[in-house]
């Protein structure tokens, strides 16, 4: 039988009467023929909680015992919604991700999926079985110890899922009915979109728009995995939510598609540091070593041999990044005259494709902010994106004039 790969998020499996519903979607698809893998999320606020459980409990944490602690939210939900399968006369089971099993990196709490090998799961099929529940965001390492893959990772469970057992389709239930040209949290004007490439949407997810996990969309590219993003709150409706796709298969493309801003931003800047061959090495190196994920990178002109080097990370890392800087000048590897970090910045970002072979989409958006008297501190572009550094209190102000200025509001 054809196989569907159905995920559902946080909110979708909230309550028990949520995964109810859930369970009915699941019933439909088995009903029109086909054997579904199911991938679910821990019930939100589950997955915070646990985190805050363990930073509670142990400052520099064991990452190993992380993941042994924030798998477990997943566990549970998986468990139910089995349950309640089987309530309902459908043949189904769960799976934790080690009896699949999803093996990955030994990377704790950001590992990578390395393979899932389909037998077992398909002799329970070849069995009756008609629903496998799989407990998303968790694998397996060499080593035999839980991992986790970095939050939002269920969307990354259900992709490589889709790829490994060739599912004719992968769909993404959430709690917004599509992908929209910005986060409809923000602006009441997003529009929702009925396709988008995977370029596009691979830009937008690591600019922030969390509707997807990156990964999940890298890989979907890869394998060419036929991805959905639906809403599991609407009526059922086969044309609902947004394919994303190739690019050759949207008529319609606008310059810009969609407005993506990442709020817990930090600038930090090293004054004064020598500039020789080998400094951005001797700074980004020990960066790297302390897993800080840096971002934009702006080194300043240089004056009598010495400069300013400017970086962003996520605010949650600027302590360690603080720290590593200290270590690298204790040991003589860099000299700066001081490191000051500002904490109140955001990142706000417009991509499209149509940005390669339109000019003048960042002088459009320079102006824009400027007329809104939005400062910007730092700059990067790519082929088909503009990102600007700005203090966190414009970031809602700025996502919403740009989404006007590029002319990405509701029609009608
Ligand atoms: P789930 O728990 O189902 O995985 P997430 O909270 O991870 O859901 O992702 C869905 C959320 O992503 C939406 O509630 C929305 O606020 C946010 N979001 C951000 N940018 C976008 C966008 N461009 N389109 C749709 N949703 C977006
Ligand atoms: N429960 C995990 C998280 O909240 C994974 C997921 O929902 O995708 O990050
Ligand atoms: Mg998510």
């Given at each position: 039988m054809?196989?569907?790969?159905?995920?559902?998020g946080?909110?979708?499996?909230?309550?028990?009467?949520?995964?109810?519903?859930?369970?009915?979607?699941?019933?439909?698809?088995?009903?029109?023929?086909?054997?579904?893998?199911?991938?679910?999320?821990?019930?939100?606020?589950k997955?915070?909680?646990?985190?805050?459980?363990?930073?509670?409990t142990?400052?520099m944490?064991?990452?190993?015992?992380?993941?042994?602690?924030?798998?477990?939210g997943?566990?549970?939900?998986?468990?139910?919604m089995?349950?309640?399968?089987?309530?309902?006369?459908?043949?189904?089971?769960?799976?934790?991700?080690?009896?699949?099993?999803?093996?990955?990196?030994?990377?704790?709490?950001?590992?990578?999926?390395?393979?899932?090998?389909?037998?077992?799961?398909?002799?329970?099929?070849?069995?009756?079985?008609?629903?496998?529940?799989?407990?998303?965001?968790?694998?397996?390492?060499?080593?035999?110890?839980?991992?986790?893959?970095?939050?939002?990772?269920?969307?990354?469970?259900?992709?490589?899922?889709?790829?490994?057992?060739?599912?004719e389709?992968?769909?993404?239930?959430?709690?917004v009915?599509?992908?929209?040209?910005?986060?409809?949290?923000?602006s009441?004007?997003?529009?929702?979109?009925?396709?988008?490439?995977?370029?596009?949407?691979?830009?937008?997810?690591?600019?922030?728009?969390?509707?997807?996990?990156?990964?999940?969309?890298?890989?979907a590219?890869?394998?060419?995995?036929?991805?959905?993003?639906?809403?599991?709150?609407?009526?059922?409706?086969?044309?609902?939510?947004?394919?994303?796709?190739?690019?050759?298969?949207?008529?319609?493309?606008?310059?810009?598609?969609?407005?993506?801003?990442?709020?817990?931003?930090?600038?930090?800047?090293?004054?004064?540091?020598?500039d020789?061959?080998?400094?951005?090495?001797?700074?980004?190196?020990?960066?790297?070593e302390?897993?800080?994920?840096?971002?934009m990178?702006?080194?300043?002109?240089?004056?009598?041999?010495?400069?300013?080097m400017?970086?962003?990370?996520?605010?949650?890392?600027?302590?360690?990044?603080?720290?590593?800087?200290?270590?690298a000048?204790?040991?003589?590897?860099?000299?700066?005259?001081?490191?000051?970090?500002?904490?109140?910045?955001?990142?706000?970002?417009?991509?499209?494709?149509?940005?390669?072979?339109?000019?003048?989409?960042?002088?459009?958006?320079f102006?824009?902010?400027s007329?809104?008297?939005?400062?910007?501190?730092?700059i990067?572009?790519?082929?088909?994106?503009?990102?600007?550094l700005?203090?966190?209190?414009?970031?809602?102000?700025?996502?919403?004039?740009?989404?006007?200025?590029?002319?990405?509001?509701?029609?009608?």
């Open positions: 054809p196989i569907l790969v159905m995920k559902f946080g909110t979708s499996v909230a309550t028990l009467d949520r995964i109810a519903r859930a369970s009915k979607r699941v019933a439909r698809e088995v009903a029109n023929g086909y054997d579904v893998i199911v991938i679910v999320s821990a019930m939100s606020g997955t915070n909680e646990l985190v805050g459980w363990v930073e509670e142990s400052h944490y064991d990452a190993r015992e992380y993941d042994a602690v924030v798998s477990s997943e566990q549970v939900t998986a468990g139910l089995s349950l309640r399968l089987q309530e309902m006369d459908i043949p189904a089971r769960s799976w934790q991700g080690w009896q699949v099993p999803v093996k990955t990196t030994g990377v704790h709490s950001a590992a990578r999926i390395e393979d899932i090998p389909p037998a077992n799961i398909m002799s329970k099929f070849a069995e009756g079985m008609r629903v496998a529940v799989v407990a998303g965001f968790q694998g397996i390492a060499d080593d035999g110890r839980i991992t986790t893959l970095g939050r939002g990772g269920s969307d990354t469970t259900a992709v490589a899922f889709a790829a490994a057992f060739g599912a389709r992968c769909d993404i239930y959430t709690d009915d599509g992908v929209y040209t910005t986060d409809p949290r923000i009441e004007k997003a529009r929702k979109l009925d396709k988008i490439a995977f370029e596009e949407m691979l830009e937008l997810a690591s600019l922030g728009a969390k509707v997807l996990q990156t990964r999940s969309v890298e890989l590219m890869r394998y060419k995995v036929k991805l959905r993003v639906l809403s599991s709150f609407e009526e059922y409706d086969p044309n609902a939510g947004t394919l994303v796709c190739d690019e050759e298969d949207i008529v319609e493309q606008n310059v810009v598609s969609g407005v993506a801003y990442q709020r817990d931003e930090a600038k930090m800047t090293l004054l004064s540091v020598a020789r061959p080998g400094i951005a090495s001797a700074i980004f190196t020990p960066l790297a302390a897993g800080i994920n840096v971002d990178i702006v080194q300043n002109i240089s004056e009598e041999g010495r400069t300013d400017t970086f962003s990370c996520p605010t949650n890392q600027v302590a360690r990044a603080e720290a590593a800087m200290a270590e000048k204790e040991a003589g590897n860099i000299n700066f005259h001081d490191l000051v970090a500002d904490t109140e910045v955001a990142k706000v970002s417009v991509v499209g494709i149509g940005m390669r072979s339109h000019t003048g989409i960042a002088a459009k958006m102006d824009v902010l007329k809104e008297g939005v400062n910007i501190k730092v990067t572009t790519s082929e088909i994106k503009i990102s600007v700005i203090e966190r209190k414009y970031m809602e102000l700025a996502v919403q004039a740009l989404h006007d200025a590029f002319g990405l509001e509701k029609v009608g």
